[in-house]
């Protein structure tokens, strides 16, 4: 049988007001959508002065209200959380959803809200070094009665977590990095995702971290990898491309970077095989961003007439 393949959703989170997120997870929950994200930034997405909710703060309120959705960040890098409160945060969090968070890493990139926050930005390969350090305190806290660590940049002395999580949380790193990342992915991880700003070098990323799991003694079907994307889908051809025109001025070359030639768009029809093509590549998740002011409307015509196409793996 073949891999199921899983289906995220983000969720309305820079300048939109909670009512628009509650709906907006209510309704993706009820859709049948197996993952709702957000990201985690402390400031909004360019500039430092747009609206934006604290990440695990509005998973907690969405785990609250929702019943089987799973639920992530795309992502949270190293520095924003002493690694072993995030543990019990995450804990906390999995006990509320019974059973259903997904830990998200990343390196973090957005200097300005780290340092307008008094946070370290460390080097590049520092802020990679934290992860792997958060990695380890994550995993050690939710299975051993207390830990101690001595790491470069986290300490921990006999430190407890309980409760433990329902289960222990999934751990998602994302990035494109193919040689430290992407160790620490197959090290660590039970998902990696591939970065909108990446997805047109999947086939290559994907190659590479087959590499490093033939390196270090890793089964590649062990790993899930999801691609981060924006979805434009609309019931008509001249829809599709006059969203997708909008969607490109507006995304540039982050969310909509190659949108045209590798990403997903177009009728549900089109969708299905832009998809298809993912999968064939050896993607098995996707972290969708619909492209609209209310999500949840191309989030229905993607339930109705794109998820009954994948619905014998899932």
Not at 177 to 200: P, R, S, T
Not at 276 to 285: F, N
């Given at each position: 049988?073949?891999?199921?393949?899983?289906?995220?959703?983000?969720?309305?989170?820079?300048?939109?007001?909670w009512a628009e997120a509650r709906d907006a997870a209510?309704?993706?929950?009820?859709?049948?959508?197996?993952?709702?994200?957000?990201?985690?930034?402390?400031?909004?997405?360019?500039?430092?002065?747009?609206?934006?909710?604290?990440?695990?703060?509005?998973?907690?309120?969405?785990?609250?209200?929702?019943?089987?959705?799973?639920?992530?960040?795309?992502?949270?890098?190293?520095?924003?959380?002493?690694?072993?409160?995030?543990?019990?945060?995450?804990?906390?969090?999995?006990?509320?959803?019974?059973?259903?968070?997904?830990?998200?890493?990343?390196?973090?990139?957005?200097?300005?809200?780290?340092?307008?926050?008094?946070?370290?930005?460390?080097?590049?390969?520092?802020?990679?070094?934290?992860?792997?350090?958060?990695?380890?305190?994550?995993?050690?806290?939710?299975?051993?009665?207390?830990?101690?660590?001595?790491?470069?940049?986290?300490?921990?002395?006999?430190?407890?977590?309980?409760?433990?999580?329902?289960?222990?949380?999934?751990?998602?790193?994302?990035?494109?990095?193919?040689?430290?990342?992407?160790g620490l992915v197959v090290k660590y991880a039970q998902?990696?995702?591939?970065?909108?700003?990446?997805?047109?070098?999947?086939?290559?990323?994907?190659?590479?971290?087959?590499?490093?799991?033939?390196?270090?003694?890793?089964?590649?079907?062990?790993?899930?990898?999801?691609?981060?994307?924006?979805?434009?889908?609309?019931?008509?051809?001249?829809?599709?491309?006059?969203?997708?025109?909008?969607?490109?001025?507006?995304?540039?070359?982050?969310?909509?970077?190659?949108?045209?030639?590798?990403?997903?768009?177009?009728?549900?029809?089109?969708?299905?095989?832009?998809?298809?093509?993912?999968?064939?590549?050896?993607?098995?998740?996707?972290?969708?961003?619909?492209?609209?002011?209310?999500?949840?409307?191309?989030?229905?015509?993607?339930?109705?007439?794109?998820?009954?196409?994948?619905?014998?793996?899932?």
């Amino acid at each position: 049988m073949a891999n199921p393949i899983h289906f995220g959703v983000t969720l309305p989170q820079i300048k939109r007001s909670w009512a628009e997120a509650r709906d907006a997870a209510l309704e993706f929950d009820r859709l049948g959508y197996d993952s709702v994200w957000v990201c985690d930034h402390m400031y909004g997405v360019p500039m430092p002065n747009l609206p934006i909710f604290e990440a695990w703060s509005q998973l907690a309120a969405v785990a609250a209200i929702t019943e089987r959705v799973q639920l992530g960040t795309l992502v949270t890098p190293p520095f924003f959380r002493n690694p072993a409160v995030f543990a019990k945060q995450v804990a906390t969090i999995d006990h509320v959803s019974n059973g259903r968070t997904i830990v998200g890493l990343g390196a973090g990139w957005f200097d300005s809200e780290f340092t307008g926050y008094g946070l370290p930005f460390p080097s590049t390969r520092e802020r990679l070094r934290g992860i792997e350090e958060t990695c380890e305190i994550l995993t050690r806290l939710w299975t051993e009665p207390s830990v101690t660590f001595e790491g470069k940049h986290f300490q921990l002395k006999d430190a407890v977590c309980e409760p433990k999580p329902v289960r222990r949380p999934p751990i998602l790193i994302g990035g494109g990095g193919e040689k430290i990342l992407m160790g620490l992915v197959v090290k660590y991880a039970q998902m990696w995702n591939n970065l909108a700003a990446f997805q047109h070098e999947l086939p290559q990323k994907i190659a590479a971290l087959r590499r490093r799991c033939d390196e270090l003694g890793r089964d590649f079907a062990e790993i899930e990898v999801s691609q981060q994307c924006t979805v434009v889908i609309a019931a008509t051809d001249d829809e599709a491309t006059a969203a997708l025109a909008k969607a490109s001025r507006i995304y540039g070359g982050h969310m909509g970077a190659a949108i045209e030639e590798h990403g997903i768009w177009g009728t549900p029809a089109q969708v299905v095989e832009r998809i298809e093509r993912h999968v064939k590549l050896g993607c098995t998740g996707f972290v969708i961003e619909f492209f609209g002011r209310d999500t949840r409307e191309p989030a229905r015509l993607f339930a109705e007439q794109v998820l009954p196409a994948f619905a014998a793996g899932r």
